[in-house]
């Protein structure tokens, strides 16, 4: 397999404990990405006032979908790809309106009208070239993801960005049902799925053969002070009275990382909002590990082996498997998983 998995750390810009999660300022990852509405209504240019103007950064903007539906906010794509361009992404993604398993199956119809309008329009609106334009995806089957992934495939886009997979995220085998479906319509362009969380959802990348991911769970954790051991990738809770968790004290931190150098178990379970931040950064630079580590058992042959002791502690991960295996009738056994990739 010639192509990395690569993690886009989600970031917001209201300020709190994203202001003391700068992830890419602490050489942990400088892959960015930022719902196009948040950033708007900071009024500040992404890539010159938080990024510094630092070309190292990789900005993706993905248009906000989640968020406009959230605040009954209608906008026109062309007034998005704007925005994108003129703070300098490095990839942006298609105005969408995302699905959800409630929907009427005539909603969904009309939602994926919507969509593939919205791509096509900004794809020809485009005035930056260097500006890679992924179209957004939501379907809720293999089928629909099938027939919305080929009359996209029509286009000359840049990737494809796969939506919608947070409402279903605990059902890990319509995930591999949706991906698959796109996968078989699109053989040599980059697919981006929104939201893979935890490490799960990095064997989950290694699995299906996406190409980037993106996940909040880094600063989704650190606010219930959850820390990864990275050891191991089990996260326990450091802090903070939640009745129902036993809380951990950590007198020496099992971790070499930059932030567990610097900082101590004191520091992350202040009730502030750099806690938080300090914790997430933590948090984020073991699940780039684990990501190096599938990238490495990927290109040296033995991510079977590591998926296998894997799905032996993750029943989610084992129907994903069960699944994938369904559609993909000719790997037999999950070790062989490494002749397919």
């Given at each position: ?17 994203y202001?003391?999660?700068?992830f ?13 509405i ?9 890539r010159?006032?938080i ?24 906008l ?18 298609t ?8 929907m ?8 994926i ?9 900004m ?8 500006l ?22 029509n ?25 698959c ?5 699109v ?10 969380s ?8 290694g ?15 650190a606010?219930y ?12 809770c ?26 101590s ?12 931040g ?39 991960l ?9 559609i ?6 999950v070790r ?6």
């Open positions: 397999m010639s192509r990395k998995i690569v993690l886009f750390g989600k970031w917001a810009t209201r300020g709190g404990e202001s003391h999660a700068k890419w300022k602490e050489g942990i990852l400088n892959r960015v990405l930022v719902n196009a948040y950033a708007k209504e900071r009024r500040q240019n992404l010159k006032d990024m510094k103007a630092d070309k190292n950064v990789i900005l993706f903007i993905d248009s906000g979908g989640f968020t406009l539906l959230r605040k009954n906010i209608s026109d794509p062309i007034e998005i790809l704007r925005f994108q361009e003129e703070n300098g992404a490095n990839i942006a993604s105005l969408d309106y995302p699905i959800s398993p409630e009427s199956y005539r909603e969904k119809i009309e939602r009208k919507r969509n593939i309008y919205n791509a096509v329009t794809l020809s609106q485009r005035e930056r070239d260097d890679k334009i992924y179209a957004s995806i939501h379907a809720w089957d293999y089928n629909s993801a099938k027939m919305i992934a080929k009359k996209l495939s286009y000359n886009f840049d990737g494809f960005a796969i939506g919608s997979l947070i409402p279903i995220r605990g059902n890990y085998s319509k995930i591999v049902e949706i991906v479906g796109v996968k078989s319509q053989k040599d362009k980059p697919i981006h799925c929104y939201g893979f935890g490490i799960d959802g990095i064997y989950m990348a699995l299906l053969g996406i190409d980037s991911f993106d996940s909040t769970t880094y600063i989704t954790y606010r002070r959850h820390y990864i051991i990275p050891q191991t990738g089990k996260r326990i450091l802090g903070l009275k939640v009745k129902t968790e036993k809380r951990y004290y950590l007198e020496d931190l099992p971790c070499s990382c930059p932030i567990c150098r610097k900082y178990y004191d520091d992350f379970i202040e009730g502030t909002s750099r806690a938080v300090l914790l997430s950064l933590h948090n984020l630079y073991v699940l780039v590990t684990y990501v190096q580590l599938v990238n490495n058992a990927i290109k040296n042959g033995f991510f079977g082996e590591l998926l296998e002791q894997r799905i032996l502690v993750s029943p989610r084992k129907n994903a498997w069960l699944t994938f295996q369904r993909h009738k000719r790997i037999n056994s062989k998983i490494d002749e397919y990739l």
